[in-house]
Nanobody, 112 residues
Framework: QVQLVESGGGLVQPGGSLSLSCVAS????????GQWYRQAPGKEREWVAD????????KYADSVQGRFTISRDNAKNTLYLQMNSLKVEDTAVYYC?????WGQGTQVTVSS
């Protein structure tokens, strides 16, 4: 059974930054596309970013383009999401995904 565990969420002011991590276990993450999603209160879960298995290609939702950076360290079996210039509307539970497996989510709250 595979497992993903997110960490790094918290409370930050608008314009601030947070870095999320997602550690995989039970499988080799290097073989899979890595993904980040988020779900805000009252909304459906939405896709945020993708990264190819080697990290050579990345994709972002329009809402985070230019502010967020997805990366990975396959040697550490870990995905990352660097979030800069955060906005109130970025407030959500953030989930990582790989090998069709979801993490438990980590709360990101952007508030003044």
């Amino acid at each position: 059974q595979v497992q993903l565990v997110e960490s790094g969420g918290g409370l930050v002011q608008p314009g601030g930054s947070l870095s999320l991590s997602c550690v995989a276990s039970g499988f080799a993450l290097r073989w899979y596309i890595g993904q980040w999603y988020r779900q805000a209160p009252g909304k459906e879960r939405e896709w945020v970013a993708d990264i190819s298995s080697t990290g050579a290609s990345v994709k972002y939702a329009d809402s985070v383009q230019g502010r967020f950076t997805i990366s990975r360290d396959n040697a550490k079996n870990t995905l990352y999401l660097q979030m800069n210039s955060l906005k109130v509307e970025d407030t959500a539970v953030y989930y990582c995904r790989g090998a069709s497996t979801w993490g438990q989510g980590t709360q990101v709250t952007v508030s003044s």
